[in-house]
């Protein structure tokens, strides 16, 4: 680890579930080592997420384990909500027109933007990352009983933040990661592919995803467009590993 500016060095110790004593010895160099321990006296009971527990939402195999701005994600762990909370906003939720930030009593920090809530399960909750978003890395964190004074903070997760993080939405998950997407045919809206509907030459689809990054014009994490705003960002498509013409893809 190297040392800032300010010539301190700081790294995250992350403890066990288990109590015991964790031995923590610092080196530098010929200096002299340092060496203290850690007692875990117990497990906690406030919000735990699992190491590399933030991928998009879609749940691709792999998992996209990256996040980028207004692309849906999810988060998983422990204690993020008491046991049976299954609950999934609706027009009811919105606050001012917008997904809530705060929803059954649970938050999620990126860095230090509270980000739109979509789901809250006791292991998971599903999010949209800020539209203020960096390429970097950021820093995710659930807030259980959040707003109140007796709010707990998870430890941070750290994530990488990219410009952009393409996945798509699937109808089902399969054991060999093969899924089929989420499609529709635009005239009918009747879903495609997979077990639904199969596609003919001609027929003009919609395909789910997320996280294709900027828009034009530009919207805000939690609102819902009202308007058509395309894709910044080239996109491209393959069919079965062939090209899908440029003027075939209408909009993005």
Known sequence: VLTGTDGIATVTLRLPETPGVVTVRATSGTLTAVTFNVTVTAASTGPRISSGGVAGAPLSGPAVRAISANGIASVFGANFAPAGTSRAVTSADLVNGQIPTLFAGVCVRVGDVRAPIFAVFPNQVNFQAPSTLTTGDADVRVISGCGTTSEQVSQPERVPARAATPEFFYFSQTAEGVNPVAAANASTNQPVGGQFTPVKPGDVLTIYATGFGETDPPLAAGEIPSAIARVKA??????????????NLLYA
């Open 234 to 247: 080239s996109v491209t498509l393959t069919l079965n590993g062939r090209a899908v013409p440029a003027s």
